[in-house]
Structures are given as structure tokens and as C-alpha cells.
């Protein structure tokens, strides 16, 4: 399972927590300024995924280097068209001659297209970037996929979806077999797609095919974050195709529908739009979230109230 965390309060920039149920390790969305996000999970980060590098959603990034500097991990950050060089600035901008080069690594992937990610190094003490590769995939790990939307937001804004990789479990109640580890040659029988593999139990050999009906595959889960975006067409047809059915998706409403000029004037969304993106998206669950600073809480309750009026909303 993933869950997502938002640790920023009412007023703050954003920034959100992804964890997964299986691992200590986790990967954060956008660096802004964020009171509930602690030390220790600064720490256990093992990915930064960046939407886009407006202030609001990168101004943190110092305090999270702040604490990841001296692990000797590497850690991977996603981002948009130029985000070595951003990173690049950012920390050059210390004076690091106290630190080794194996205090960290960072493994930058800019993404320049669909299909094509730059793999940047970047290391203590002189920070220079190294393009290492270029690959089509953005981020794969033991648990997650990670797929995106290039979004227009009068700049690249992207929006990424986590997908949780497939699991296959054990029926114990309808094997009437002893357990043993005939169960882990099944599944990785299964998983590998070798029907034919022969499997021992008690003494007996028999073809992982014919036991194949002991296992239940289940669907990983599925959760989208959407930053920033300009309602239109073209990027609404990119969240359709990435985001389609997705389990649970938090989406950018920074504008009430009162304020939808400002929303067009800034490429950003608004309450009703975005309640209704996600509808055509048949997302399971789904949240507003990233208001304007200069609205009240009785202001996001409004955003909310149109949010889910349009998500529900049957045609
Ligand atoms: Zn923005
Ligand atoms: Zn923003």
C-alpha cells in the first residue's frame, strides 16, 4: 500500500510524504516549506520527485539536503527540463571545503520528454554534474513505478503517479498442502512466468502450472499527485491517459471558482475544474490540495465543497 502525507500546514508551501507499507524507505514530493516534516524522515528518503522549481515548491530544498549531507547514500531527484542546473546553484552556493566526496550522491533525472530522462551525478565537494545517461523510464525501485504528465503551467509542471508493483499472495485455506518453501518456488514460478518449473510438496513433484490456482495476484495500488497545471485541453488529455482509474490522486486547486480569472491568468486550477479532471480521470478518491496563501479556512472549505461537488457530480 502507499500513502501520502501532507506536511506542510494552512499557509505554507507544499510538500508531501509518499510511504510505502514495505519499506523504511520513502520518497518525497516537492520541497516546500513543511513544519510537519521531521529529521528523521529527511533521512529515510531515498527519492525527491520535483513538480516544478517555483518557489513554493522548491524553497525547501536546502533543509532537506540540510540533513541528507553525511549519509554516504545516494539519493535520486526527479525533475523538470533544468533541474540539474538548478540543483547545481542551490548547492553551490555553501562552502562545502569540510566535506568529503563521499558525504552523498545525488542522481539527478531531468525530464526532457516522455521518452527521454538525462541521468545526471552530482557530488561534495565541487558539485559539478556528470551526464551519465540517458534513458526512457524515469523511476523504477523493489516496490514502485513511477509515471508522469508533462503538464503546461506556463512551464513544465510535472505530475507523477506511483504505481505499487503487482503482489501475489497464497491461498492457505484452499491448498490442503503442508507449508513449506514450495510456496516462495511457486510465486517466483508465477511471477517469472515458468508453467512448466517442477515444484516438490511432501515428496510429490508437480508443475507449478497446475498450481498456479493456489495464488491470487493483486493489483498494485495507484497514487497520483498533480501539481500546478493550466486547465486545458491538452492537459487534460495527458491526465487521462497517465492518471486513469488511479487509486487516490491529490490534484493543485490554488483558486476558488470565483477566482477563476486569476487561475487562467496564472496557468493554475480551480475548485470546479479540478473536481471534475478527476472525475473524467475516474480516479477512485481524490483531494484539493495547494491553495492560495491568501485564502482563509473558511476560503478552503468553499474550494472544497466545489471540489467534491464536481468529482461526484453525475452527467
Ligand atoms: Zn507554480
Ligand atoms: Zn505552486
Same mark, same amino acid.
Given at each position: ?19 510505502? +507499507? ?26 525527491? #520527485? ?16 540540510? *540533513? ?16 540539474? *542546473? ?19 550522491? =545525488? ?12 541521468? =545526471? ?31 503546461? *503551467?506556463? +512551464? ?5 503517479? #506511483? ?91 490554488? =483558486? ?5 480569472? #486569476? ?27 495547494? #491553495? ?15 471540489? =467534491? ?7
Amino acid at each position: 500500500m502507499l500513502q501520502a502525507e501532507i506536511k506542510s500546514l494552512l499557509r505554507e508551501d507544499i510538500s508531501i510524504l509518499i510511504k510505502t +507499507t514495505n519499506s523504511g524507505k520513502h520518497y518525497l514530493y516537492d520541497c516546500g516549506e513543511a513544519s510537519l516534516l521531521t529529521v528523521k524522515e529527511i533521512q529515510s528518503l531515498s527519492a525527491v #520527485f520535483i513538480s516544478h522549481t517555483h518557489i513554493d515548491h522548491f524553497s525547501n530544498f536546502d533543509g532537506i539536503f540540510r *540533513h541528507q549531507i553525511g549519509s554516504g547514500e545516494k539519493i535520486v531527484i526527479c525533475g523538470p527540463k533544468n533541474i540539474h *542546473h538548478q540543483i547545481e546553484s542551490r548547492l553551490k552556493s555553501y562552502t562545502w571545503n569540510l566535506v568529503d566526496e563521499n558525504a552523498i550522491e =545525488y542522481e539527478i533525472r531531468e525530464i526532457v520528454s516522455e521518452e527521454e530522462i538525462n541521468v =545526471y551525478r552530482i557530488r561534495p565537494p565541487y558539485w559539478k554534474p556528470e551526464l551519465v545517461t540517458t534513458q526512457n523510464f524515469l523511476f523504477e525501485d523493489e516496490y514502485v513505478n513511477v509515471d508522469f504528465a508533462i503538464l503546461d *503551467h506556463k +512551464t513544465d509542471s510535472i505530475a507523477y503517479l #506511483f504505481k505499487e508493483k503487482d503482489s501475489v499472495t497464497f491461498n492457505e485455506n484452499g491448498s490442503g498442502f503442508k507449508k513449506g518453501k514450495w510456496i516462495g518456488e511457486l510465486k517466483a514460478a508465477f511471477e517469472n512466468d515458468q508453467s512448466e518449473k517442477e515444484i516438490e510438496i511432501e515428496g510429490t513433484v508437480y508443475k507449478a502450472f497446475d498450481l498456479f490456482r493456489l495464488l491470487t495476484k493483486n493489483a498494485g495500488y495507484r497514487l497520483g499527485v498533480i501539481m500546478d497545471h493550466a486547465v486545458c485541453e491538452s492537459n487534460y488529455d495527458k491526465l487521462k491517459t497517465v492518471f486513469k482509474r488511479a487509486d487516490m490522486v491529490y490534484i493543485e486547486t490554488f =483558486y476558488k471558482d470565483e477566482d477563476q480569472e #486569476f487561475a487562467k491568468i496564472n496557468y493554475h486550477s480551480f475548485a470546479s475544474a479540478s473536481g471534475k479532471i478527476m472525475k473524467d480521470c475516474q480516479v477512485k478518491e481524490s483531494v484539493p490540495i495547494h #491553495f492560495s496563501r491568501r485564502y482563509t479556512e473558511n476560503d478552503v472549505t468553499e474550494i472544497e465543497t466545489a471540489f =467534491y461537488k464536481a468529482f461526484s457530480e453525475t452527467n
